[in-house]
């Protein structure tokens, strides 16, 4: 079973929505968790970056959220823009070893 | 700066060939890291190397994949036989010093496709 799962797999949202992404982990101990946005042929970048102690962090119109607790993180966007559309991959940090989730999907239409 | 450099963007090659992949991280990174993504298995970290040695290279899947780093500048994986199931998209991505809090420079990809 994957140490990160995300949901939802892949959504479809209209231009300047919002939407909310989700990352449960199984992970231990924790260190850290990222959120990286996957433009169609390009490599990851990373959005935000959180610790045990942070429970939210922005980037524009990204929003990360942290839950060491349940071991949950979200990322919400806000006004959604086309060049959102994208794969966004949450990636958990353990011990200096990393565990990657499979990614949403996210499709922005006019 | 002009990021992580990789290349060939595009691999076609046939089962049984070897694939050689290039990287060249940014300058002063001291940090290497080869992953492989597919839609069915996500990003997967092959090996890191730090300060051109290799750290960790469980994630090598077989014997048939192999990877150097000879200088701070360059780095190749190398595949050897090459089969199907290696088709997937290889990034290089580079990092100061390789630490947790670190951000990773990924490159733009090596789309590898074995026949």
């Known amino acids: 079973k994957n140490q990160v799962e995300q949901s939802p797999q892949s959504l479809i949202i209209l231009e300047g929505k919002n939407c909310t992404l989700q990352c449960n982990y199984t992970v231990s101990p924790f260190s850290n968790l990222r959120w990286y946005k996957q433009d169609t042929g390009r490599g990851p970048v990373s959005l935000t970056i959180m610790t045990f102690s942070e429970n939210t962090k922005s980037n524009g119109r990204y929003t990360a959220t942290l839950d060491a607790d349940t071991k949950q993180s979200s990322l919400h966007i806000t006004a959604s823009q086309l060049s959102d559309s994208a794969s966004y991959i949450c990636?958990?940090?353990?011990?200096?070893?990393?565990?990657f989730g499979k990614g949403n999907q996210v499709v922005v239409i006019p | 700066d002009a990021g992580v450099i990789q290349s060939p963007r595009h691999e076609v090659t046939e089962m049984g060939q070897e694939v050689t992949l290039r990287c060249k991280p940014i300058?002063?990174?001291?940090?290497l890291f080869w992953y492989r993504q597919t839609m069915m298995r996500g990003l997967e970290l092959l090996i890191y190397f730090n300060n051109n040695v290799p750290i960790d290279d469980s994630g090598m899947p077989e014997d048939r994949f192999s990877a150097k780093m000879p200088n701070a500048s360059f780095s190749t994986l190398k595949i050897q036989p090459s089969e199907p199931r290696d088709s997937a998209v290889y990034f290089c991505?580079?990092?100061?010093?390789?630490?947790?809090?670190?951000?990773?420079?990924f490159g733009p990809g090596t789309r590898l496709l074995v026949l």
């Open positions: 990636v958990v940090s353990s011990n200096n070893r990393l565990a």
């Open positions: 300058s002063g990174h001291n940090s």
């Open positions: 991505a580079s990092s100061t010093t390789g630490g947790a809090m670190e951000t990773q420079y």
